[in-house]
């Protein structure tokens, strides 16, 4: 996590308001049960609101988007290319992008293949995948406002007649 001026505010924010309510818990209870009880119930909440806080503001000031994608099939791979494009306030280290690719034209399955005629076993029918998903991971550090091209290989399952490619990025 990249800490900036915000994440630090947020930080501070969370021990201030920790320690204010701290001091509100010791001047309501004199009983040093309830207070060592409440005490620590307040900085495990405490601790689970900074941490979310900081998720989300992580998550408004990094932001990135896929640019110029184009991808075409040789053989038996379809080859990938594009941009990064960081267009958040803070540098992205390292970005998840995960490919699918999937058969369009899926036959459609009729009851011939519960025939136990034509195959030794039921058991050992042997169903192709429509979809295949793979993930790379892109490192390098992307500035704002810039971008960072890649290119990456999926496999071509033999038994697709065409395919359709969906896209997911992620970047921290």
């Known amino acids: 996590m990249y800490l900036s001026s915000f994440h630090i505010f947020t930080i501070f924010a969370g021990f201030v308001i920790y320690i204010f309510a701290q001091y509100l818990l010791y001047y309501f209870f004199k009983e040093k049960i309830k207070l ?11 601790m689970i609101l900074t941490y979310s ?4 503001l992580d998550g408004v000031l990094k932001k990135s988007e896929l640019r110029n994608v184009d991808d075409y099939k040789s053989q038996n791979n379809v080859i ?5 494009y ?27 293949i519960f025939d136990t005629s034509k195959h030794t076993s039921i ?27 890649f290119r990456v290989n999926v496999s071509y399952p033999k038994h697709f007649t065409d ?5 997911n990025l992620s970047c921290k």
């Open 53 to 56: 806080v900081l998720l989300t």
């Open 36 to 46: 060592y009880t409440f005490s620590f119930t307040l900085f495990v909440f405490m």
């Open 86 to 112: 960081n267009n958040g306030k803070v540098p992205l280290k390292t970005c998840n992008l995960n490919i699918r690719i999937m058969n369009l034209n899926v036959k459609k399955v009729d009851g011939s």
């Open 123 to 149: 058991f050992k029918l042997k169903k192709l995948q429509n979809s295949y998903s793979y993930d790379f991971e892109i490192d390098g550090i992307i500035s704002e406002n810039t971008a960072k091209t």
């Open 80 to 84: 990938i290319q594009g941009q990064i």
């Open 163 to 167: 395919y359709k490619l969906r896209y």
